[in-house]
């Protein structure tokens, strides 16, 4: 430490954002089109272009409400808005006897749950066994048995705004969902190793951002100042005014960020005390959480004893196993689980007939099943069979356990039918509550009560705490009058309100078109600051290298090039490729993203094979038409006739803008290069 | 919605003219050290009522987040004008007021 304080800074500086500056740059650009990842997949399904919001679409909803509450306990509509341009249904509890719609949504179901299993062989198991721990009574069972209902419920339906129509989802695609996991968990590598990756990149950035602070020595001075000139001096003004501006916005995302990933950085204080980050939350929310826990181990314990020494010794096992942990403690919860939904039933003494003491008996086989796995996955961990084995099992239990729901809706509510002009009054009252904000509404019958509900919900979230729920005006159906107002509660943990929030912000999942806007725009900083820093890089050194040329400053140019304008170059291609293949090809997500990483293996390529200039303008000028091209592709492909491209919703006509306006920033940075290097002959 | 954006805006070009260069770049002249104070009040001034005019419509948790979220675009856009056409904030700080007042 013989240099000073700020100069050992500026190493620093330079150092931790140079070597993860790449990967900062990516993790930026896909978490900035993250903020429009519901956005990106609805464009990605030429379908729902169509549709537009109009006059009419409250009436089309109301009527399509009114038509679903007729065979459904629930029907949940919401209404489009600034992010969808459909209306979307979805109903639970449907009757077993008219409906082609619900086979089909189950068959969507399957599918998806498929997938999902293909993706994640322990996905199902997680999902069943998460809601199982610090829960010990019949209650609360109910409650899990509710929870479970909302997580499993049936994909929504979509309806045309403003003609009514069903709009079938013809399309796959990865969508804004593949940058969005990209930002975070990056593609094909194993979950966990890609976590801790972005989690070393972020962590790397938040010491960027401390150190940039200290060696910025007149933040508030030069807060407005910006010299657009042609050495480190221009471009560093570039890197700094608007790492300032946005400054609060880095360090929320960098700090966020990292907290979002406590589960996998820091799990250990968690880990000796709950089985997962979940069980965490769950035990949390439900009040206190200890007691009950040892009570529901002693449970499992007279249950199963072995499942309990299995699990004991698995949690003593180290951070490798952690995979083989997973599989063995959630087959256990998953019998758990079916216990669960046993007690459930007992509780319920109406319903105690034959079927259900089948259904024990089949749980009893389920569990005895799941036991025996779980040891021979106790031997033989690595085996792939086995967890294949694993998943499907839960696969099977989870179809049966939907199959016995629809059986158990009983045929008397059909009786519970209200009339339209009552939903309509309901709704002209909350539009005087919360003018212009209803985000959707529900209708909800209680079978028992033979009461209807409607509960109508905000738009607009109005803080940033459990934003997963919103404010709701509770309606009677039958005498269209106001019951209750509800506030989401917030829970009592301040551990959990401040990870929420911190979440919430991060995700701006609380964010209305504006703050979403805004967020945009700081996200955008954020691709300038880390690419102006990497350019500041080369530009400092530029001097010292035309004397003695070295490896590393080659190396940093390359990758400077393949990496910034590579990605660009891919997200374009990746949308052009969405629009080209077909809707019925096979893996047509799959060839997607292969288009997006080859395109951008290309540029890569390319980049080390030209020389530098030439490298920049070429490609500049190719990402730019390769942006003009998407509108042009767009209209021609989507659209029968000329009208309809300027008669649609506005989110589409946004993205053509954009689209534009990348191309604009490309051809102008592109055009200020090649002005340079011809000044650079002549000279 | 637009009238915390203007306050934000003229709060931020007050507090940017108590600094020396800027304010050369506008008027011509080296700055009054009255001037200097009398800015920097004013400018505090709006940019806290600003702050209380978005805590006051949407609450103290999203008033925060919109209000840092608003200083960005308007900050980057401040130092483009002073650095492309810095004699235009002061017509550009009317007009805008003009806007906000019609929308």
């Known amino acids: ?683 | 919605m637009t009238i915390d954006m203007y306050f934000i805006y003229l709060g931020l070009v007050l507090l940017s003219l108590t600094l020396d260069k800027h304010y050369r770049k506008v008027v011509n002249e080296n700055i009054n050290k009255y001037i200097k104070r009398l800015f920097g009040i004013f400018g505090t001034l709006i940019l806290i009522i600003s702050l209380i005019i978005t805590i006051k419509s949407s609450g103290l948790s999203l008033g925060l987040t919109y209000w840092v979220g608003m200083l960005v675009p308007t900050i980057v856009f401040i130092a483009l004008v002073f650095t492309y056409k810095p004699k235009i904030i002061v017509i550009l700080s009317v007009l805008l007021l003009l806007i906000t007042m019609f929308l």
């Open chain 1, 1 to 683: 430490m013989e240099k000073g304080f700020r100069e050992s800074m500026r190493w620093l500086h330079t150092w931790s954002g140079l070597i993860v500056g790449w990967l900062l740059f990516a993790i930026f650009v896909t978490g900035t089109s993250s903020y429009y990842k519901n956005e990106i997949t609805l464009w990605m399904k030429p379908e729902f272009h169509k549709s537009m919001t109009t006059n009419k679409t409250i009436e089309i909803a109301i009527d399509k409400a009114i038509e679903n509450s007729k065979k459904a306990t629930k029907v949940n509509i919401s209404l489009p808005n600034s992010r969808t341009n459909l209306i979307s249904i979805r109903t639970e509890g449907v009757t077993n006897s008219n409906s082609n719609m619900q086979k089909k949504n189950q068959n969507n179901k399957t599918q998806k749950n498929e997938r999902q299993n293909r993706e994640n062989p322990n996905f199902n198991m997680k999902k069943s066994a998460s809601d199982n721990k610090g829960q010990s009574n019949a209650q609360e069972n109910k409650q899990k048995n509710k929870n479970q209902g909302k997580r499993r419920r049936v994909p929504p339906t979509y309806f045309d705004a403003s003609t009514g129509e069903l709009v079938k989802e013809v399309t796959k695609t990865g969508g804004g969902n593949f940058l969005y996991r990209f930002h975070f968990e990056l593609y094909s590598i194993p979950r966990d190793i890609a976590r801790w990756i972005i989690g070393i990149a972020t962590m790397s950035m938040l010491v960027a951002i401390i150190s940039g602070i200290i060696i910025h020595k007149r933040i508030f001075k030069d807060i407005f100042t910006f010299r657009p000139k042609n050495n480190p001096r221009g471009w560093m003004d570039a890197h700094i005014l608007p790492a300032v501006a946005a400054l609060p916005f880095f360090i929320m995302i960098t700090y966020s960020g990292l907290l979002l990933f406590t589960n996998t950085l820091m799990p250990w204080a968690i880990e000796a005390h709950f089985d997962d980050f979940r069980s965490y939350k769950n035990a949390m929310r439900s009040g206190n959480s200890e007691i009950k826990q040892t009570d529901n181990k002693k449970q499992i314990s007279i249950d199963n004893p072995k499942v309990i020494v299995d699990n004991k010794r698995n949690a003593n096992a180290q951070r490798g196993n952690r995979d083989t942990k997973q599989v063995n403690s959630k087959t256990e919860r998953n019998a758990n689980s079916q216990r669960g939904n046993r007690n459930t039933k007992q509780t319920n003494k109406n319903s105690q007939n034959i079927k259900s003491v089948e259904k024990t008996i089949n749980n009893n086989v389920q569990r005895i099943m799941n036991n025996n796995l779980q040891k021979m996955l106790g031997k033989y961990p690595h085996s792939k069979n086995l967890h294949r084995i694993a998943s499907s099992n839960a696969k099977r239990q989870i179809i049966a356990y939907k199959k016995s729901n629809l059986v158990e809706v009983e045929p008397k509510e059909k009786e519970l039918i209200f009339s339209k002009s009552k939903l309509v009054s309901i709704l002209e009252q909350s539009s005087k509550i919360w003018p212009e904000n209803i985000g959707g509404f529900s209708i909800e019958k209680d079978t028992k009560n033979k009461t209807i509900k409607v509960v109508v919900s905000i738009k607009e979230a109005s803080s940033l705490f459990n934003t997963r729920q919103r404010k709701s005006l509770v309606f009677d159906a039958k005498t269209a009058k106001l019951i209750e107002k509800t506030t989401p509660k917030t829970s009592d943990s301040i551990i959990l309100n401040t990870s929420g929030a911190f979440r919430t912000l991060h995700e701006a999942k609380f964010a209305d078109s504006t703050i979403r806007f805004l967020f945009f725009i700081c996200g955008l900083s954020g691709i300038i600051i880390s690419g102006t820093g990497l350019i500041l890089w080369i530009e400092k050194r530029k001097k010292k290298n035309s004397e003695k040329k070295t490896k590393g400053f080659w190396l940093v140019e390359k990758l400077n090039i393949g990496t910034m304008m590579g990605l660009f170059i891919a997200i374009a291609v990746y949308f052009i490729i969405n629009r080209v293949i077909p809707s019925d090809v096979a893996s047509r997500e799959n060839i997607e993203i292969n288009a997006f990483f080859i395109a951008w293996l290309i540029s890569y390529l390319h980049a080390f094979i030209r020389n530098t200039s030439k490298a920049w303008i070429e490609q500049l000028r190719f990402a730019a038409k390769l942006f003009i091209f998407i509108p042009i592709l767009n209209a021609i492909l989507v659209f029968d006739s000329f009208s309809q491209i300027f008669d649609r919703d506005m989110i589409f006509i946004y993205f053509d803008l954009f689209f534009i306006f990348m191309a604009v920033v490309f051809n102008f940075i592109s055009s200020i290069l090649i002005r340079k290097s011809k000044r650079k002959v002549i000279t």
